[in-house]
């Protein structure tokens, strides 16, 4: 089975950068879509970002749009969050998931273990 994991995470102040990379072991299987989601403490589950990995197509969240990218390197089964003008409302334990698009995240969804990503102002 399909394992995720993150690393990247850490601590910046406002206006820094992180970069964010998923790391997939195993088969995929029919998962097509592998995304970037946060959640703070209090907070809903926010999707950040998500790409279809065939096609490279992104979707991103309006709050991060202009300043996160999310991008794929196949040969490698690794998916990056590049994540620049960091705000502290950012701050969230970000996870990295891979999906089959034409079912729910909760069907066919894997998950990493989190990665935590503090700014601070």
């Known amino acids: 089975q399909v394992q995720l994991v993150e690393s990247g995470g850490g601590s910046v102040q406002a206006g820094g950068s992180l970069r964010l990379s998923c790391s997939a072991s195993?088969?995929?299987?029919?998962?097509?879509?592998m995304g970037w989601f946060r959640q703070a403490p209090g907070k809903e589950r926010e999707e950040v970002a998500r790409i279809y990995t065939l096609t490279g197509r992104p979707v991103y969240a309006d709050s991060v749009k202009g300043r996160f990218t999310i991008s794929r390197d196949s040969a490698k089964n690794m998916v990056y969050l590049q994540m620049n003008s960091l705000k502290p409302e950012d701050t969230a334990m970000y996870y990295c998931a891979a999906w089959t698009s034409s079912l729910t995240i909760a069907t066919s969804g894997v998950w990493g273990q989190g990665t935590q990503v503090t700014v601070s102002s």
């Open positions: 195993g088969n995929t299987g029919s998962r097509n879509v």
